[in-house]
């Protein structure tokens, strides 16, 4: 079929994974190597489910796979103020939304991380968006 041992036994392998792992991948919220790690798992689809709502790489999915957690992004750790901790916790709250801010210096950034489109709609109607150009 021109294609390698390896390759058709990983994509065989992946055959063994849950109907919902299949639907990510089809659905391109999972790449091949992603689901790979999740393969032998104790609870795939919930590691799946982190995995996508986390935006981990290949290599942090394959860590979280075997119970190490992923891996933590490389930089500086900065302890987030107790000020920025509420304002976080506040906005959440108000928006029904996760809402994570950092910064840097004087400036940063306000991460609005919403779980499907309805939600998404919300917040742009909150904003005064109404879609008209």
Same mark, same amino acid.
């Given at each position: !079929?021109?294609?390698?041992? #390896?390759? =058709?036994?990983?994509?065989?392998?992946?055959?063994?994974? &849950?109907?919902? !792992?299949?639907?990510?991948?089809?659905?391109?919220? @999972?790449?091949?190597?992603?689901?790979?790690?999740? !393969?032998?798992? &104790?609870?795939?689809?919930?590691?799946?489910?982190? =995995?996508?709502?986390?935006?981990?790489? =290949?290599?942090?999915?394959?860590? /979280?796979?075997?119970?190490?957690? &992923?891996?933590?992004? &490389?930089?500086?750790?900065?302890?987030?103020?107790?000020?920025?901790?509420?304002? %976080?916790?506040? /906005?959440?709250? !108000?928006?029904?939304?996760?809402? /994570?801010?950092? #910064?840097?210096?004087?400036?940063?950034?306000?991460?609005?991380?919403?779980?499907?489109?309805?939600?998404?709609?919300? =917040? @742009?109607?909150?904003?005064?968006?109404?879609? %008209?150009?």
């Amino acid at each position: !079929i021109g294609k390698s041992r #390896s390759h =058709v036994a990983n994509m065989v392998r992946l055959l063994t994974l &849950p109907e919902n !792992i299949k639907n990510m991948i089809d659905a391109g919220q @999972l790449t091949a190597g992603h689901a790979r790690a999740l !393969i032998g798992a &104790p609870d795939p689809v919930a590691l799946a489910l982190l =995995v996508v709502d986390d935006g981990l790489n =290949v290599r942090q999915t394959e860590r /979280l796979a075997q119970g190490g957690g &992923p891996l933590k992004k &490389p930089g500086p750790i900065r302890a987030k103020d107790a000020d920025t901790i509420a304002l %976080e916790r506040d /906005l959440t709250n !108000i928006l029904g939304l996760n809402v /994570l801010i950092a #910064s840097k210096g004087q400036s940063g950034s306000l991460t609005l991380k919403y779980k499907n489109l309805d939600q998404l709609e919300d =917040v @742009l109607r909150r904003l005064g968006y109404g879609g %008209e150009a």
